[in-house]
């Protein structure tokens, strides 16, 4: 069993940055895929950021080149720095964790992941 809890979101003005946290607790190690999902008002949940336990990244065409996902073990802890952030951004954001390696082709699967925070909010206003 893994707890995950996120943090870091709020509000910002479109061109500003926020940093996610996602700590986790319980049955972790270094084995797990990690991953950012959001779900913007009224739309599907969308898989945006995904690290695995090779260190590989995936990022979805609209966050490529904004986004980083990062994680420090030591922490237990999953980033997302997001910068340029628009607008269309505006969304929550979820943290969620597979128990093995995932390959690239599945990594965007929302059902693939076993364990998901409670999200945070992000809202990003023009």
């Known amino acids: 069993e893994v707890q995950l809890v996120e943090s870091g979101g709020g509000s910002v003005q479109a061109g500003g940055s926020l940093r996610l946290s996602c700590a986790a607790s319980?049955?972790?190690?270094?084995?797990?895929?990690m991953a950012w999902f959001r779900q913007p008002p009224g739309k599907k949940r969308e898989g945006i950021a995904v690290i695995g336990s090779d260190g590989s990244t995936n990022y979805a065409d609209s966050v490529k080149g904004r986004f980083t996902i990062s994680e420090d073990n030591a922490k237990n802890t999953l980033y997302l720095q997001m910068n340029s952030l628009k607008p269309e951004d505006t969304a929550m954001y979820y943290c969620?964790?597979?128990?093995?390696?995932?390959?690239?082709?599945?990594?965007?699967?929302?059902?693939?992941?076993?364990?998901w925070g409670q999200g945070t909010q992000v809202t990003v206003s023009s």
């Open positions: 319980g049955n972790t190690d270094s084995s797990y895929t």
């Open positions: 969620a964790a597979h128990p093995q390696l995932l390959p690239r082709l599945l990594r965007f699967i929302g059902f693939k992941y076993s364990y």
